[in-house]
């Protein structure tokens, strides 16, 4: 044993050679010598089972054994090369622990309460829908499961049903009431503490009556919260079905007027019909127009598209054809290909309705071939019938040529592979698809069905830097009218004709994209404060006059002519400075030297597959405005886990200095917030040393009032539960921070918030964005990963032609 133990690195390396293996060379060998030179380091008996529990699960993950037996094998034969004893014993306890098979079962509806966070699972990864092991990292308000691969280290929302869990879990007592009610995880364990007299916060004290009454409260406002948000989800859904009832019984019954859309004097209310968010309004839209549709966060813009698209403000022409894209797909056993075909129901519709007349067609013809009588009063009654079938025929063909229905197949497939949707995928179920890939069907369903009035709401949040750049090209040849919310500039700059500001419960209309607004509307309050301080200098100028004059009695005339023109001048309002949303991230004492580099790094998750990043060199020093660009499954999530040490490389070094604290936000975040609880809570649950004082401050920081900091994360909007997010992880004052799209929840307002709060911060920032504005104005640097490569850039356009180059 001590000869084994004097050169250790040298006998392991030759020990893994002398056996010649098939699929192991390169940098797999270079790291499982590692792994077995560890186990070596350690001053403990060698034997089977300790090389085992080093490399055996490694062989298997890489190709090199085909099963845990050959592993095993592998492992003895390694031993006795490096001249230990092995028994035939020991061979067969090894086999006994690792050679028996867990028996994994597949979840489905009725089973997939039973999944928790943390469990260890198998899940199918979409790039070639094989299984592997993974972790479950959050449950999705979606329905989908995020996970983070064991072997790969790489995060995916999965479905349910791409999961398998061990037997074993399944067959607990502790999940076995969950399979006999499948109820969601969180309502379980709401239920647990509601019935329990017990404080969940480790002390094992009884909670006093009091704690129990504000339990029991919280309790009854979560399951009043989850009623309302369940009534409106139905509600929203009758509101579409109805409102395409009532497109197509126009269709059929009213005759176009055209395609311009003309409503005046209109107003508009929450949903709770609490305030009014639109009052004598004018609402103009016309074909040929792209139109930008701005405003403050929660001021009714969504409002507003909805009902549009449920025909529910009077006048407007419900003959027109309106689809909304605000919410994903939902799952079924349909091919992608046949959900986008079958999403456009006024084609299906008219296809059957051709199919029924042409058939009633050939069989009067039969009839009138077999009949050897002359004309009767019923055979007209039929001529008749036939020639209103022929005409309501020739309106079908007409209105199937209009919508070019007999390309249908080929222009579906055209759209899906502008967005990322290969061959394959396409004839995937949409129930395998995860919350992201489902909004990707939604909005090619919407391209497909070509509507007169396609609302887009933020349609570039769930798609990659070449998916937003061909959905770009397509909308800039979509004649007919295009309304879009979208926190992103560079896309509206390059889509739209027109603005449409939602401000002070009116919609002010304004020619060009959003810089051109930003310009005329600069420009326009310039020479409002003009006009109000030269009205406000000459009303002082004749009141002063007034003053001075009143009681003399020869200019009294004078000052009557201008008490007059006093009374009849017009008086203008201040134009008032829009309150900015400020962020304000807490500053960081400067470490001097690299925070975060690599150093020459190989890393590839299996043989099979090869290297992901290759020979890569790069470094976060404290001034690093870093900006990641690079296509779906490049690399970039595998760059920053490397970064961040949840990953370690093949070869080469990971250099991180221990005393940098690194925060990551990233696209997940706000599903991982806790919506059953305040900021506050959440916050002093997260950081229990922290006083209430303490994180309230650090919450306004981030434009939370405080009036929000004890309102449910659940009830607040969007861009709100963003910002409770930038708190949590800032909290620690980190000196890096790793974002990871953090533009994707957030309107325009917040954007330019996070942008000045960045670049007045003095700590560094490493970011993953496909919104080019977020890009330009934050990053000094850009990394481009492109085909394992990764290249550093000082231009966003050079990193850009690197990243997307194919």
């Given at each position: ?498 603005i449409i500001h939602l401000h002070n419960r009116k919609l002010n209309y304004y020619k060009g994209n959003y810089t051109t607004f930003e310009k005329v509307r600069g420009e326009q309050r310039l020479a409002q404060q003009r006009a109000y301080e030269a009205n406000e200098a000459k009303r002082k100028h004749m009141q002063e006059f007034i003053d001075k004059f009143r009681f003399n009695a020869k200019r009294a005339s004078l000052v009557q002519s201008r008490i007059k023109a006093l009374a009849r001048m017009e008086k203008l309002a201040e134009v008032e400075d829009e309150a900015q949303l400020r962020f304000d991230l807490p500053q960081v004492i400067k470490i001097q030297g690299n ?109 939370i009032i405080s009036s929000l900091h004890e309102q449910l994360i659940g009830n607040l909007s969007g861009g709100q539960q963003s910002r409770v997010a930038f708190g949590l992880v800032t909290y620690p004052q980190p000196h890096v921070m790793v974002m990871d799209e953090p533009t994707n929840h957030l309107d325009i307002e917040t954007i330019d ?54």
């Amino acid at each position: 044993f001590g000869r084994i133990m004097a050169d250790k690195s040298a006998d392991a390396h030759e020990a893994l050679n002398s056996l010649d293996l098939l699929h192991f060379d390169g940098p797999v060998f270079r790291y499982i010598a590692e792994e077995l030179q560890r186990a070596l380091d350690s001053k403990t008996k060698l034997t089977v089972v300790k090389v085992n529990d080093a490399i055996g699960e490694l062989l298997c993950s890489f190709g090199v054994a085909n099963t845990e037996d050959d592993a095993l094998k592998i492992c003895n034969q390694v031993v006795q090369k490096l001249g230990g004893e092995i028994s035939q014993k020991i061979l067969s306890e090894g086999k006994e622990r690792k050679g028996a098979k867990e028996e994994w079962i597949q979840l489905d509806a009725k089973t997939k309460a039973a999944i928790q966070i943390g469990m260890e699972c198998m899940a199918k990864y979409s790039a070639d829908n094989q299984w592997y092991k993974a972790r479950v990292e959050a449950l999705m308000t979606s329905g989908d499961i995020l996970v983070v691969f064991t072997e790969y280290g790489n995060e995916e929302t999965v479905p349910v049903d791409w999961i398998k869990l061990p037997a074993s879990e399944l067959k607990n007592s502790g999940t076995t009431t969950l399979l006999v009610a499948p109820v969601k995880i969180h309502q379980v364990e709401e239920k647990e503490k509601k019935n329990s007299n017990m404080a969940d916060d480790g002390s094992n004290r009884t909670l006093s009556k009091r704690e129990i009454r504000q339990l029991r409260q919280k309790q009854k406002a979560l399951d009043a919260m989850r009623r309302k948000r369940e009534a409106l989800m139905r509600e929203q859904r009758e509101k579409e079905e109805e409102a395409m009832r009532t497109y197509l019984e126009s269709i059929r019954t009213a005759k176009k007027q055209g395609r311009d859309v003309n409503v005046h004097n209109f107003s508009m209310y929450t949903p709770d019909g609490s305030a009014q968010l639109l009052d004598s309004a004018e609402l103009k839209l016309a074909p040929g127009h792209r139109v930008g549709l701005i405003g403050r966060n929660g001021i009714g813009k969504t409002t507003l598209l909805r009902h549009i698209a449920n025909y529910e403000i009077n006048g407007f022409p419900t003959y027109l054809r309106v689809v909304h894209v605000q919410q994903e797909v939902r799952g079924d056993t349909r091919s992608v290909l046949d959900t986008i075909i079958s999403a456009d129901v006024e084609r299906t519709m008219l296809l059957a309705e051709e199919k029924r007349l042409t058939a009633e067609q050939n069989n009067e013809k039969k009839l009138k071939l077999a009949s050897a009588e002359g004309k009767t009063d019923k055979n007209e009654k039929k001529d008749k019938e036939g020639d209103e079938a022929g005409d309501r025929l020739e309106e079908i063909y007409e209105r199937l040529h209009e919508i070019d229905a007999w390309k249908a197949e080929t222009r579906a497939a055209h759209i899906l592979s502008g967005l990322g949707f290969t061959a394959d995928r396409q004839q995937v179920t949409t129930k395998s698809l995860s919350g992201g890939w489902r909004m990707r069907v939604s909005l090619a369903c919407a391209l497909f069905v070509g509507p007169d009035i396609l609302l887009l709401d933020e349609p570039t949040n769930h798609l990659d830097f070449p998916a937003v750049l061909w959905l770009q090209k397509y909308l800039l040849k979509y004649t007919k009218t295009l309304v879009i919310v979208s926190h992103d500039r560079h896309f509206l700059n390059h889509v739209t004709t027109d603005i449409i500001h939602l401000h002070n419960r009116k919609l002010n209309y304004y020619k060009g994209n959003y810089t051109t607004f930003e310009k005329v509307r600069g420009e326009q309050r310039l020479a409002q404060q003009r006009a109000y301080e030269a009205n406000e200098a000459k009303r002082k100028h004749m009141q002063e006059f007034i003053d001075k004059f009143r009681f003399n009695a020869k200019r009294a005339s004078l000052v009557q002519s201008r008490i007059k023109a006093l009374a009849r001048m017009e008086k203008l309002a201040e134009v008032e400075d829009e309150a900015q949303l400020r962020f304000d991230l807490p500053q960081v004492i400067k470490i001097q030297g690299n925070m975060l580099a690599l150093d020459n790094v190989d890393f590839g998750y299996d043989k099979r597959r090869g290297l992901i990043l290759s020979d890569v060199s790069v470094c976060v020093h404290a001034d690093s405005r870093v900006g990641v660009l690079g296509a779906n499954g490049a690399g970039k999530t595998t760059l920053i886990k490397l970064l961040m040490g949840t990953l370690e490389p093949f070869r080469g070094r990971a250099i991180r200095n221990r005393s940098v604290r690194v925060a990551c936000f990233n696209q997940h975040h706000m599903d991982q917030l806790d919506l059953n609880m305040t900021p506050l809570d959440f916050l002093k649950k997260k950081f229990p040393k922290a006083t209430t004082d303490q994180i309230r401050s650090h919450l306004s920081r981030y434009g939370i009032i405080s009036s929000l900091h004890e309102q449910l994360i659940g009830n607040l909007s969007g861009g709100q539960q963003s910002r409770v997010a930038f708190g949590l992880v800032t909290y620690p004052q980190p000196h890096v921070m790793v974002m990871d799209e953090p533009t994707n929840h957030l309107d325009i307002e917040t954007i330019d918030a996070l942008v000045r709060a960045i670049n007045s911060w003095n700590g560094a920032v490493l970011f993953v964005s496909h919104d080019q504005y977020f890009l330009e104005t934050v990053g000094k640097d850009f990394w481009g990963v492109s085909e394992g490569k990764v290249r550093q850039f000082r231009t966003f356009k050079d990193a850009k032609r690197f990243s997307y180059a194919r």
